[in-house]
Nanobody
Framework: QVQLVESGGGSVQAGGSLKLSCAVSGYIFSRCRMAWYHQAPGRERTLVSTIINFGATWYADPVKGRFTISQDRVKNTVLLRMNSLKTEDTGVYYC?????????????WGQGTQVTVSS
């Protein structure tokens, strides 16, 4: 049973930093794209960043240059380092294994972690 558990959210002032962590039970990095999504209050969930098997990364335009996604092979985690936070970054951040790299199933989601950025 694959489980994703996020941590690291919290409250921070604009301009500050947070590091989100997603602990993954089960080794799925070689067969699943890993992603972070953001859901702002009252808005739909949007894709923030992705990483494929410790390699290629992608960032949504609003976070380019501010957020960094990475994977830790030893701890089996996916990290999202968020710098220069803005009030519009407020919301719930979800870790997901959202796309298969082969023919296996990859549709796993964490419960989310709250990030609040105040001005």
């Amino acid at each position: 049973q694959v489980q994703l558990v996020e941590s690291g959210g919290g409250s921070v002032q604009a301009g500050g930093s947070l590091k989100l962590s997603c602990a993954v039970s089960g080794y799925i990095f070689s067969r699943c794209r890993m992603a972070w999504y953001h859901q702002a209050p009252g808005r739909e969930r949007t894709l923030v960043s992705t990483i494929i098997n410790f390699g290629a990364t992608w960032y949504a335009d609003p976070v380019k240059g501010r957020f960094t996604i990475s994977q830790d092979r030893v701890k089996n985690t996916v990290l999202l380092r968020m710098n220069s936070l803005k009030t519009e970054d407020t919301g719930v951040y979800y870790c997901a294994a959202d796309r298969s790299l082969d023919w296996s199933t990859c549709d796993y989601w964490g419960q989310g972690t709250q990030v609040t950025v105040s001005s």
